[in-house]
């Protein structure tokens, strides 16, 4: 008898661990839809601030560099930032 008890125990144990680690999955679920959903917002931002940025490099590296030869970094990193912001 002793042994039925221990082995039901057991099971026990494990029915508890088990619904422990469904719990923690649901958590996880949530956390991972709010991560998910910051990403989209930090990509959002990341874009706009990179359209800043090359509407503001545009405009003085044309005044810059007026004689059209581009051979300044700043136009690579134009180039950049446009594949960025497409």
């Known amino acids: 008898m002793s042994t039925d008890k221990t082995i039901v125990e057991k099971y026990k144990e494990l029915l508890k661990t088990y619904q422990e680690i469904v719990e923690n999955l649901k958590k996880m679920n949530k956390i991972n839809r709010g991560i998910i959903e910051n ?8 874009k706009n601030v990179c359209k800043c940025a090359l509407a503001d490099l545009e405009g ?4 810059f560099e007026s ?3 581009r051979t300044h970094s ?3 990193t134009i180039e950049e930032l446009k594949e960025v912001v497409k």
């Open 39 to 46: 990403y989209e917002k930090v990509v959002e931002t990341y």
């Open 74 to 76: 700043a136009w690579k």
């Open 67 to 69: 004689s059209g030869e």
């Open 60 to 63: 003085v590296m044309s005044e």
